[in-house]
Structures are given as structure tokens and as C-alpha cells.
């Protein structure tokens, strides 16, 4: 390991180490660790249907975890834990992942002997609270967010899609929707291209070469959202998609903020996708890894 990279190395742990305090002081200060983090993952995946015909689409795995645990581990790194997962299709997976969770991640001793004890020495089991809701096969997005309203009356809560992972930092993001006082706020990020792009110059000949910069420009929804419980004034049934009417009107009414997100995001919505995010998490290239 050369001294430049120990020298880098240790000024990213010291820039580390500082977020962690400023984080602490913040959730401490203003009680976000409340906030519920809403994850819908009911939907069917058609579109990378030779992984989610056996498995609902959250629960296909970037390297060796389902990316619905990158999702939870990128919440969590900023102090948030109390999470609340929109079941649909094959929901039952999920259940089942999570109620063996804390055992896979334990050293534990079965006594067989002794009135069949479980004793656990060791864990390394995330200190989550995970409250998993059926919101029905056919319910559209808004549908899922409606059904489990029960849950989500007094404060604002954060709400993602189960397929997209980022860096975007979610204090910051909490920061930004609590300033502006509006109803929503979305991250907007700009997608990478698929193709590499070439600038010219007078002519034919290439001037600059430029591989999967990001796209022409557009932002798009991201997902990363932060609601208020009035958001459920703009749904109406479990057939209302959330990026139709909700977000239209709520932009037509001033109450939709966008958050800019420049750094990374990547959906998981093909088979392409699945592969760009296991060889970049495999590779040590996985930039949505904020945790350590």
C-alpha cells in the first residue's frame, strides 16, 4: 500500500468520522429518527422476468444480498432504520427473509439437550425495525402507499422504490424537505447513457471521446422521496399510480420540490441493469456502498 493511498485513505476516514458527528447532532436535534422509510416492493418486474418469475424483483441479489438490503444499508448508514416494506407479488419471500434475518447474521447454539435451547452468542444483525404490510397483487404504487396510511399519520416519512440504488445523502435530502415546507420532495437525478458519446469538431474527425457520460441533460424521478401525511389527500384508490395523478397535481399546487441529485443512481429494471450493478459492487466499484 503506497503513502499516498494511506494519506488518502486516512483524510476520507477523518471527512468520514466528521458526516458521523454532524449526523448524530442532527438526528439527536431534531428527532429524525422517527421518520419511517417506506419501500415499495409489490410490483411484478416483467421487465426482468427471468429473475423475478421466482422471486419478487427486491429480492434479486446485487453481489451475494437482495438489492432490497443495499437499499436499507444506504437509509441506514445515515441513522435511519424504521422501515416499512409494501408487499405484493410473492411477498411472502420477503416475510421469510426477514424473519431468519437475525439468525443468518448470528453465531448461535442449538442444545438439543436441553428442551431444544436456542442460545445466540454473536450478531451482526442491523439494528432494524422492519414492519412488512400486504398491499395487494394487482395495487398500483399510490394504492400501496394508501394501505398502509395507518402506519404513517404524524410525521413525514421517506418512501423509495425497491429497484434503485444511490449515494444520494439522505440527511441532506431530509434537510432540503423540511427547509422548504412543501408536501413532497423527490430526487432528481440524470441518468448515464448507454453508449459512449462523440463531440466533433469541423467535419468528421472526433474531437473528444466520452463513455456513458450522463444523459442529454433531463432529470428524472429517482425516487428517494420525503412525504408528509398529507400526500394521502392526492390518492385515491389502490388503481391510482403514484407518478400520475398524485405528482402531477401535486406539482400543478406548488407542493412537489425537487431535490438535485448529481451524483450516482442506478434502477435495477433489466437484466442489463442487474449485471452493470453486480460487476461494479464486485469489483469494489459500488458507489452506492456509503456504509463502511
Not at 454532524?22 to 438526528?27: D, S
Not at 415546507?181 to 468528421?204: C, I, K, N, Y
Request: aromatic share 12%.
Amino acid at each position: 500500500m503506497s503513502k499516498r493511498y494511506r494519506k488518502e485513505e486516512k483524510i476520507r476516514r477523518i471527512g468520514v468520522a466528521y458526516e458521523r458527528i454532524i449526523l448524530c447532532a442532527y438526528i439527536i436535534c431534531t428527532g429524525a429518527w422517527s421518520v419511517k422509510i417506506v419501500i415499495l416492493a409489490g410490483g411484478i418486474g416483467s421487465r426482468i422476468s427471468e429473475e423475478s418469475a421466482h422471486r419478487p424483483k427486491p429480492m434479486i441479489e446485487i453481489g451475494d444480498r437482495p438489492i432490497l438490503w443495499h437499499i436499507m444499508k444506504i437509509y441506514s448508514h445515515y441513522g435511519f432504520n424504521d422501515f416499512l416494506i409494501c408487499l405484493g407479488y410473492k411477498g411472502y419471500y420477503i416475510k421469510e427473509y426477514f424473519e431468519h434475518y437475525f439468525l443468518h447474521a448470528s453465531d448461535v447454539t442449538f442444545d438439543f439437550t436441553a428442551d431444544n435451547a436456542k442460545v445466540i452468542h454473536r450478531h451482526a444483525a442491523e439494528p432494524w425495525k422492519v414492519t412488512l404490510v400486504d398491499t395487494g397483487m394487482e395495487t398500483q404504487t399510490g394504492g400501496r402507499l394508501l394501505r398502509a396510511r395507518h402506519f404513517l399519520q404524524s410525521d413525514p416519512f421517506m418512501v423509495t422504490y425497491g429497484d434503485g440504488v444511490a449515494d444520494v445523502n439522505i440527511a441532506d435530502l431530509l434537510r432540503f424537505h423540511r427547509a422548504h415546507g412543501r408536501l413532497v420532495t423527490v430526487t432528481a437525478a440524470q441518468p448515464r447513457a448507454r453508449f459512449g458519446a462523440l463531440h466533433f469538431d469541423e467535419g468528421h474527425r472526433v474531437a473528444a471521446f466520452q463513455e456513458k457520460p450522463r444523459g442529454d441533460g433531463a432529470w428524472v424521478s429517482a425516487g428517494y422521496f420525503v412525504m408528509e401525511p398529507a400526500v394521502f389527500n392526492y390518492i385515491e384508490s389502490d388503481s391510482t399510480l403514484l407518478e400520475q395523478e398524485p405528482l402531477e397535481n401535486l406539482a400543478r399546487d406548488g407542493q412537489l420540490m425537487a431535490y438535485k441529485h448529481a451524483g450516482f443512481w442506478q434502477p435495477m429494471d433489466t437484466l442489463r441493469d442487474k449485471r452493470l450493478l453486480d460487476s461494479l459492487w464486485n469489483e469494489g466499484r459500488a458507489e452506492w456502498k456509503v456504509w463502511n
